[in-house]
């Protein structure tokens, strides 16, 4: 389930996602299949919100934001990856 974020939520970096993907209860690699399907959705410098529970996308977020050249921002909960698109 995929929907755009509208109400506040605590930012790591004091800004609210302009994309919110929810993949929690699917497994690896659907959530970063589905991050880079819709990375593009967002404008460059929006950040997005990717929930996912699979303890894969734990090393698996990161290291695609390295990758292709989008800047991870942290898991301010369990389950939320935030990142920023380049």
Known sequence: MERRVRE??????GELPALRLDYRGQRCPLPIIGLARRIGDVPA?????????DPAARSDVPAWCDMCGHDYLGEPRPGTFWLRRR
């Open 8 to 13: 506040r939520s605590v930012a790591v970096s």
């Open 45 to 53: 410098g929006a950040v997005l919100e990717l929930l996912a529970d």
